[in-house]
């Protein structure tokens, strides 16, 4: 198995599945789609994604409608897009993803939380090479063989495919996203969910000390209200599994 593969495996037992803000999160990426492409999912690839994440979350219709409604009201806030690049201690490269409506806010919060944990916030493009920006997708597996699926979708963007035990999953760049996107619903597959990940091309082991270090920062941006994702370079001991 590849390096999608194995980042999954680990982000499966730590805190990213226990995240208690996941309907925040969709409600914001709704308000971004439609802001970008309009509220008909049948004409926005990237509304169409959200909802499917919506479902796969287990957030109830109604909530999802209403969000959609509100995004689509004149008054309702843009969200803003924003990468934040820094080190937490013992040299972990950290990549922050938030959606805000107050950039200041953000900003200041981030930072804070940086100087406050004994890391430090870089600037643009200090860390984000470090990191490989894919797109991934869960698709139904009944009757579905991940060989041949990764052979058919090596053309249309496919990195790498593997089962798990509640689906197929299928890896492929950022850019990829479009092309995969638009063949397996051609395929008339059945997505479970979709996204983006950012997986660290090198990682880094600490020892249980170090790692309660830099546990306490991440844990103080993933409380923020503003922040979306949290990828970082260290590599989780054996014990954490």
Not at 58 to 83: G, Q, Y
Not at 96 to 123: P, Q
Not at 186 to 202: H, K
Request: hydrophobic residues 35%; aromatic residues 10%.
């Amino acid at each position: 198995m590849g390096r999608a593969f194995e980042f999954r495996k680990a982000r499966k037992f730590k805190r990213w599945a226990q995240m208690a803000k996941t309907f925040t999160r969709i409600g914001k990426d709704i308000v971004i789609a439609i802001k970008e492409a309009g509220p008909d999912p049948e004409t926005n690839a990237k509304l169409r994604a959200v909802m499917q994440n919506a479902k796969a979350a287990n957030m109830p219709k109604e909530n999802v409608e209403r969000a959609i409604k509100k995004a689509s009201s004149k008054d309702t806030s843009d969200f803003k897009e924003v990468l934040f690049e820094g080190y937490a201690p013992h040299g972990i490269a950290i990549l922050v993803e938030t959606a805000t409506d107050n950039n200041n806010r953000t900003v200041a919060n981030i930072r804070s939380y940086f100087n406050k944990c004994n890391g430090s916030l870089g600037t643009s493009g200090s860390v984000e090479f470090m990191f490989d920006h894919t797109c991934n997708f869960k698709i139904n597996k009944e009757g579905i063989d991940p060989e041949e699926l990764e052979l058919d979708l090596i053309d249309f963007g496919a990195e790498e495919v593997f089962e798990e035990e509640d689906g197929i999953l299928i890896y492929g760049s950022f850019t990829s996203f479009g092309a995969l996107q638009k063949e397996l619903e051609s395929r008339n597959f059945e997505i479970i969910s979709s996204g983006f990940e950012r997986i660290p091309q090198v990682t880094k082991k600490l020892t249980p000390e170090e790692e309660a270090d830099v546990e306490k920062l991440l844990e103080r941006i993933e409380e923020d209200d503003d922040v979306q994702n949290v990828y970082h370079s260290m590599e989780y001991s054996d014990s954490d599994e």
